[in-house]
Nanobody, 115 residues
C-alpha cells in the first residue's frame, strides 16, 4: 500500500513562488513515476510535471521554465518548485505516484495566485 501526503500551496501574488511537497509512505520501493496534475474550476485536469524513475522529467508547455519537479529518495518526497507564478496557475494541485499499473493520489492542495 502506498500513501501520499501533500503539503505546501496557499495564496501568493503573481510573480511569486511556492513549493509543493508530496511525501510517499508505505511500499515506496514500488514507486516508479511521480508527478502533479492540476485542476482549475471548469477546466480539464492538466498534467503539470512528471518525474520518472530514471531521472527524466517532463513538463506541460504552460509551466516549462517556471516549474521544477525533484525527488529526494532518501526522504521519499517529491517537490514541485513553482516560480514566476501567474494567475492562470490557480488550481488544485494533486500529486500522484505510479507503482506498476496502480496509481495513488495525494489529497490535493490549493494554489491561488492573485494578480
Amino acid at each position: 500500500q502506498v500513501r501520499l501526503e501533500q503539503s505546501g500551496g496557499g495564496l501568493v501574488q503573481a510573480g511569486g513562488s511556492l513549493r509543493l511537497s508530496c511525501a510517499v509512505s508505505g511500499s515506496t520501493f514500488v514507486i516508479n513515476t511521480i508527478g502533479w496534475f492540476r485542476q482549475a474550476p471548469g477546466a480539464q485536469r492538466e498534467l503539470v510535471a512528471t518525474s520518472f524513475s530514471g531521472g527524466r522529467t517532463n513538463y506541460a508547455d504552460s509551466v516549462k521554465g517556471r516549474f521544477t519537479i525533484s525527488r529526494n529518495n532518501a526522504r521519499n518526497t517529491a517537490y514541485l518548485q513553482m516560480n514566476s507564478l501567474k494567475p492562470e496557475d490557480t488550481a488544485a494541485y494533486l500529486c500522484y505516484a505510479d507503482a506498476g499499473v496502480d496509481r495513488y493520489w495525494g489529497q490535493g492542495t490549493q494554489v491561488t495566485v492573485s494578480s
